[in-house]
């Protein structure tokens, strides 16, 4: 055949489908009539960190792709790094014997993709091997297998040199075409744009804060989110999204507080399979995930010095890499942070990067706490009722009386939003009829029966004395969670677990700031 008409040919079968593996055996079975073949298979190197993936196959019965590691030795990966550097351009393709040490490695990974039939035939194979380059850039490899010794020669290897090219532009968009569809899966499983609340008092309590976002939200500019734990950060940061030139796009969200030390760099930037045990599958990061849109990072004084230092980078260059991978990628993502905590403060205590609050503090804005704006208590209430009506499936909506509102007023929230909504759901539980009841706010002094007139308790339970010395605790630290001479550090245990704690006892995360 005219190498001309092969190279259409060929060219034709592995660019006509998006769905790689089809397009794979139909090349497959055209080339099985002009060579001995029987299976091809394409693989990814990253030579940076000597990882091998096998990416895709095919053979008499069908095409699959996959995403395997290939676990190769030292002196395998020094024949590779022979070959390649055999010629400056290109490399002529690479014929083996069953003799060669590379084969014997790689039959123990092909044989669970051969037709089990035929897995007897397998004792011995010859391959042939060509790389595939996009511009100047190794991308894979193809190999051609034949089960005996010696069934390639060099008349075969100038037949796959002249095809490699269609071969590299097959393999290059169906990476990018299997990355896109693990994005649009990840995506998928994200909450886009939605964060089941709405921006109550943004013509009275929030209306300076409303003006701000008017203001940021059509920009690019990164926002930094300040105050106290439970007063609608995340409500805010989602307004800013949703009025924006990105609303369109993902809005991603990462609690840096909830996340252990040792896989925030995982769920930032994402991992390569088998870039560390249990990472069973590739897995896209934040970062990835919000490409086009907004990111938003609360509790983002709780992110590691490490982690900062990385952060800052994105930010800088919108380049990262994904664990264990070596592959640079870029992202598209505006950043809102948020904390409650004194940044400043963290930088002179050498726990939070000067140049990262520099990045972030570009535009602050300030959300008060809800003792500061008790105007929006009940405007607040009533959707709190009626949200918490539809999600617990309540037949009818319990009005709420002024008396009701009278005692929801003089309490002063030091949980803020978060622990009006809990308070809230515990008084529908409790509420049998049309009238909302509401009972003792605990330390609001709003309570039927005096604190005084009570009896006390002759014990406490080990939760409640628990509860009361973390609280004790957090006021002589001045509520400092994490780092030096933090709460987490005087009672001897992990920030994160500190926090669970907190909130499985109902302990504000502002207690003891002052």
Not at 19 to 44: G, M, P
Not at 120 to 128: A, D, N, T, V
Not at 265 to 276: I, P, R, V, W
Not at 287 to 292: C, G, H, K, L, Y
Request: hydrophobic residues 40%; charged residues 25%; contains cysteine.
């Amino acid at each position: 055949m005219v190498q001309g008409d092969l190279f259409r040919e060929v060219t034709r079968r592995i660019c006509g489908s998006l769905h790689f593996e089809e397009a794979l055996q139909d090349t497959y079975a055209y080339l099985k009539q002009i060579l001995k073949l029987d299976a091809i298979f394409i693989t990814r190197y990253e030579f940076a960190n000597r990882r091998a993936r096998l990416i895709a196959g095919a053979h008499d019965q069908a095409g699959f792709l996959l995403d395997e590691d290939l676990t190769l030795s030292k002196s395998a990966w020094h024949a590779i790094d022979q070959w390649l550097a055999s010629a400056s351009d290109h490399p002529k393709p690479w014929i083996r014997d069953n003799t060669h040490p590379i084969n014997k490695e790689i039959l123990k990974h092909i044989t669970n993709h051969i037709p089990e039939e035929r897995r007897h035939e397998i004792k011995k194979f010859s391959s042939l091997t060509c790389v595939l380059k996009v511009k100047d850039t190794v991308i894979g490899n193809l190999t051609f297998c034949a089960t005996g010794d010696f069934q390639y020669n060099e008349d075969h290897a100038k037949i796959i040199y002249e095809i490699n090219e269609p071969f590299a532009i097959a393999l290059s968009n169906a990476l990018s075409y299997m990355e896109l569809m693990m994005s649009h899966k990840a995506l998928q499983a994200d909450e886009r744009n939605v964060s089941g609340d709405v921006l109550i008092g943004a013509n009275a309590g929030l209306l300076e804060v409303k003006r701000l976002i008017d203001q940021v939200a059509p920009k690019e500019s990164h926002v930094l989110i300040l105050g106290e734990t439970g007063v609608g950060k995340e409500v805010v940061a989602t307004e800013i999204h949703n009025n924006s030139g990105r609303a369109e796009g993902p809005f991603i969200k990462l609690n840096c507080g909830a996340i252990p030390e040792s896989l925030i760099d995982s769920e930032l930037f994402g991992h390569e399979k088998g870039a560390f045990t249990g990472a069973h599958k590739t897995l896209l990061g934040r970062f990835e995930r919000a490409n086009q849109g907004t990111l938003f990072l609360d509790e983002i004084a709780e992110l590691p010095l490490q982690a900062q230092v990385k952060l800052l980078r994105v930010i800088q260059s919108g380049e990262f890499e994904r664990v264990g991978g070596a592959e640079m990628r870029s992202t598209d993502v505006r950043i809102i942070a948020a904390t409650h905590r004194d940044l400043q403060s963290m930088i002179s205590e050498k726990v939070f990067r000067s140049d990262l609050w520099y990045r972030l503090n570009v535009f602050p804005i300030f959300v008060p706490p809800l003792r500061d704006r008790k105007q929006d208590i009940p405007e607040l209430a009533n959707y709190l009722v009626r949200r918490k009506c539809t999600e617990m499936n309540m037949k009818f909506v319990p009005e709420i009386t002024k008396e009701a509102i009278g005692k929801l007023m003089a309490y002063d929230w030091p949980g803020n939003i978060r622990e009006l909504q809990n308070f809230i759901e515990r008084s529908l539980i409790l509420s049998k009829g049309p009238v909302l009841q509401i009972s003792d706010i605990e330390g609001s002094g709003t309570s039927e029966q005096p604190q005084q007139n009570r009896k006390p308790k002759e014990f406490q339970t080990l939760e409640e004395l628990e509860a009361s010395h973390i609280t004790k605790v957090l006021k002589k630290v001045q509520g400092k969670i994490s780092g030096k001479q933090g709460a987490a550090e005087v009672l001897g245990i992990h920030p994160n677990t500190l926090r669970s704690r907190m909130q499985k006892l109902g302990i504000p995360m502002a207690t003891g700031k002052l």
